[in-house]
């Protein structure tokens, strides 16, 4: 056999709300709180009445390149250290209770870390009443005058309310008075506790000027508590302790383990609106603010609390007082309240104090204390956690599911994110230093906060009853009292001496005593007197009735008047309707254009997205254009330098080898003048050898003994020199040519001549025209010149002192300076002349005696060495370099 699944039961769709496009973000406050007396260091600085800005104390990086870091966070406004309760009050939770007098819901809960203050922001002190007492106060200062009798409004177990007439009402009160053990005294007799007498002054009292009048009020206070992730009502009398285990009677565990056994907590539920509600909570009724903070004082005391490292008493649990207030309207005559469910409007203010933040190493808790921590936390970043895809969803487009269920916390205000109401929070700091980390957690979740929407909502719906009916009931009974009085009717009960009056009216009766049974004037007397009665009172009779017809057809005539007024109303409501048409037509007409105007609105955030897109690649790229073109000038000054100094080095290098060329003609043209005068001697020797052996009768010569001495220049004879040319005089050194130095032209220069040069004594001296000598180089000397030159001495290897001339160009700086670029460098150097030259031999048949100053201008080598040459790679100047030493032949 086959057993058919059981189906599951449909879920019931959720009520149709009215849709409200309208968001608004999250209300976030900053309140700073004043520092200790022994707290020295301060992190954070109030900017602005909206901006705060966290200064990363001594010893703490936030960076890893090692620097510190200024962070600053924006928030709806930032109440400063000498900011009062009142002021408070007055921007953050005025308006939700506003809307909550209106038929709208509003969460209001203060976050922060432990120490910073919260709980003194949501309570206060005596004289100092926080955002809960004076929300409270102003409730009652508005409602006052409006509030139903007691029990009037009863609520149910389904988070709704009832409406019951005032008899039902009274049997109420008397059954739960007549349960309590002990008769219990009317709040006005109640005496206050000292902690929260005086919480608010008179001056400082609120009241909400538009409350509606012909609606009747009450209001409903629970106080709930969150420890350890469950949900304990604190105003219950028998609550268990939650830190104890339940034990039996035998004194052993109810479980066998050793699991902490939590106590008996309560539930979250969803009523038919699908708004979340604790179950089985105790919803206390009343009807003045000092019996509603005595309700919160009582289940303040029950709260859990620690003495821990950074705070005294340190909240172990988030605490939630919800006030709901229930109004519904008057009946039509504005006398009693209207008998029907509906037309009940329940709106609710949530006040939550948080539990702060907190490390347990700062803490210095044990045992339970970290499990306590550790549930503190983790709500919190499950709240984080929600806020977080809340944001991400509504920016991003996406459908994350957000987890509320993760946390009791979260999943109690799910309603409020989704739309239910206004959300405000409260962010309390702690300015010193030791909180940095932890503060700058809180001011990252409160920024995230802000950028979450939520919907506003809808007004509640009109009545269709007409407006200031109490007014008018209320004037009307004191409008019929006084006529009553004025008359002399009945007023209030006063029928008995009416009666009385008509009674004493009529004629007296006279004496009835009959004293013989045969008395014949006792009795006829009696029946005249009562036949005359009886006249007098039919014609009262027929006054009255002619009053009555009077009054009959008066009303007649109000009838008339009503039934007429009624046809007017009936027009006027036809013309209201035709108003309300037009209305709506009108309304669907501004749906239209709002939307159409979101619509232009997105495309305008388009227009400036892709408008600042394309600014930022316009500067981007003027910023790239911009370094290009810099880099661009800056390789072409590189190339102008290169090219000018590559064109200095063309230019001596020409010259170099020009000079060298010079020289090596030079040394060529004299080695072959050499050569060609060492061929005319030998011819000469040959052809006199030739001629005197063709002379007759000559002797013969004697024998060779020795060679022959070489003539002198003197002892030749210039008629017999052959054809050949003549070698040039020996007598005039070899001199190349070389060009003229730059530095003698119209350039400018600075001479620098340090005071420790030596005074040598040579020939050549650098004398350098147009200069400006210094004996050391000064920003306002290189100023004025184009050119620059250094004289430096210095020991050579053999021993003697040579003088460098270093040059160098004066290029402008950028930052208006001078800077020096080098360029060569030239040599002046001084040699002795006591090295030993070696003289070409002179050849065979060449005398052996001879001028000893002509046979040494008559070595090639010793010519060519007698010069003034410019060193290799010098550009312009006036060094030279002395090369008067003689070079060693080639074998």
Request: glycine share 6%; proline share 6%; net charge positive.
């Amino acid at each position: 056999m086959i057993r058919q699944a059981k189906g599951k039961t449909p879920r019931r769709p959720p009520p149709k709300k009215p849709s409200s496009n309208q968001k608004d973000p999250v209300g976030v406050y900053c309140r700073v709180r004043p520092l200790g007396v022994e707290d020295e260091e301060c992190c954070i600085e109030v900017i602005s009445s909206t901006t705060i800005q966290l200064h990363a104390p001594e010893g703490f990086k936030t960076n890893r390149n090692g620097e510190y870091k200024e962070t600053q966070y924006s928030f709806k406004k930032v109440f400063r250290v000498s900011i009062s309760q009142m002021e408070l009050f007055e921007d953050v939770a005025k308006p939700l209770v506003d809307d909550l007098i209106h038929g709208k819901n509003g969460l209001l809960f203060t976050y922060g870390v432990t120490g910073s203050g919260k709980t003194f922001t949501m309570t206060g002190s005596p004289g100092q009443g926080g955002l809960l007492p004076r929300s409270l106060d102003m409730i009652f200062n508005s409602i006052t005058p409006y509030q139903a009798k007691r029990y009037v409004f009863k609520t149910d177990d389904k988070n709704g309310v009832e409406v019951q007439s005032e008899v039902d009402a009274l049997l109420e009160r008397q059954r739960r008075e007549n349960n309590l053990p002990v008769p219990k005294t009317s709040s006005s007799r109640q005496k206050l506790d000292p902690e929260i007498a005086d919480m608010i002054k008179l001056e400082e009292a609120y009241k909400t000027d538009d409350v509606d009048e012909d609606s009747s009020y009450s209001v409903f206070v629970s106080y709930i508590e969150i420890y350890n992730n469950y949900i304990y009502d604190l105003l219950e009398e028998t609550q268990e302790d939650a830190i104890k285990p339940k034990w039996n009677g035998g004194g052993t565990p109810v479980r066998q383990n050793t699991e902490f056994i939590p106590p008996q907590s309560k539930i979250l539920r969803e009523d038919q609106n699908h708004n979340m509600y604790v179950a089985g909570c105790m919803e206390v009724e009343v009807k003045s603010a000092e019996e509603a903070f005595q309700v919160f004082w009582r289940g303040q005391k029950k709260r859990k609390v620690a003495n821990t490292r950074l705070n005294r008493e340190s909240s172990r649990s988030h605490s939630v007082l919800i006030i709901k207030l229930a109004q519904a309207p008057l009946d039509a005559d504005g006398n009693n309240i209207l008998q029907d469910k509906s037309q009940v409007t329940v709106s609710q203010l949530c006040l939550v104090d948080l539990a702060g933040s907190e490390r347990t190493g700062r803490t210095g808790a044990e045992g339970t204390r970290i499990r306590e921590a550790g549930n503190i936390n983790q709500s919190l970043l499950n709240l984080r956690t929600c806020i977080e895809i809340l944001r991400e969803n509504q920016m991003c487009g996406t459908n994350r599911m957000v987890p509320y269920r993760d946390s009791k916390v979260t999943h109690l205000f799910k309603n409020y994110f989704d739309g239910e109401g206004k959300v405000r929070m409260v962010v309390c700091v702690n300015p010193k230093a030791d909180d940095y980390e932890e503060t700058l957690l809180v001011m990252r979740f409160a920024e995230m906060t802000q950028e979450v929407e939520v919907a506003r909502p809808v007004d509640r719906p009109i009545c269709g009853f007409t407006p200031g009916r109490r007014h008018r009931n209320q004037a009307f009974q004191e409008e019929l009292s006084r006529k009553l009085e004025g008359r002399g009717g009945p007023v209030d009960g006063d029928v008995h001496s009416v009666m009385s009056h008509l009674v004493h009216s009529l004629p007296p009766l006279p004496s009835s005593v009959v004293t013989d049974p045969h008395d014949d004037i006792t009795l006829p007397r009696l029946i005249e007197a009562l036949q005359n009665r009886h006249r007098i009172r039919q014609m009262m009779i027929e006054e009255y009735n002619k009053a009555a017809n009077v009054m009959k057809s008066k009303l007649q005539e109000l009838d008339n008047n009503l039934i007429s007024n009624d046809h007017f109303i009936q027009e006027q409501n036809g013309k209201l309707t035709e108003k309300d048409k037009m209305i709506q037509s009108s309304k669907a007409e501004i749906e239209r254009l709002e939307k159409r105007i979101k619509m232009q609105e997105h495309k305008i955030d388009i227009l400036q997205k892709t408008t600042k897109i394309y600014e930022d690649d316009k500067r981007a790229l003027q910023q790239e254009l911009e370094t290009r073109d810099q880099r661009l000038q800056r390789e072409q000054s590189d190339k102008r330098r290169l090219e000018q100094r590559m064109h200095g080095v063309v230019s001596d290098t020409q010259f170099k080898w020009e000079k060298e060329c010079d020289r090596r003609v030079n040394a060529m043209q004299l080695e072959m003048q050499n050569k060609l005068w060492v061929k005319d001697e030998k011819l000469k020797q040959l052809k006199a050898i030739v001629t005197e052996s063709k002379t007759p009768g000559r002797p013969d010569p004697p024998p060779r003994q020795t060679q022959p001495k070489r003539p002198s220049r003197e002892e030749r004879l210039p008629a017999k020199r052959s054809a050949s040319p003549s070698p040039v005089p020996t007598t005039t050194p070899v001199r190349p040519l070389h060009r003229r130095s730059r530095s003698a032209g119209g350039e400018k220069w600075v001479d620098h001549k340090p005071s420790s040069s030596m005074d040598l004594g040579t020939v050549l001296q650098p004398v350098i025209p147009n200069s400006i000598q210094v004996s050391a180089a000064t920003e306002k000397a290189l100023s004025k010149c184009d050119r620059y030159v250094l004289t430096h001495q210095e020991v050579a290897s053999d021993g003697e002192v040579q003088t460098k001339l270093i040059k160098g160009e004066v290029i402008k700086t950028r930052g208006g300076g001078q800077a020096v670029q080098f360029t060569d460098i030239e040599t002046l150097k001084q040699e002795l002349t006591t090295v030993p030259r070696r003289k070409r031999k002179s050849s065979e048949g060449t005398p052996a005696h001879g001028d000893q100053t002509d046979g040494a201008w008559t070595d090639v080598e010793t010519r060519c060495s007698v010069a003034m040459e410019m060193r290799a790679g010098s550009n312009m100047g006036p060094g030279y370099e002395h090369h008067g030493i003689t070079k060693r032949r080639k074998p």
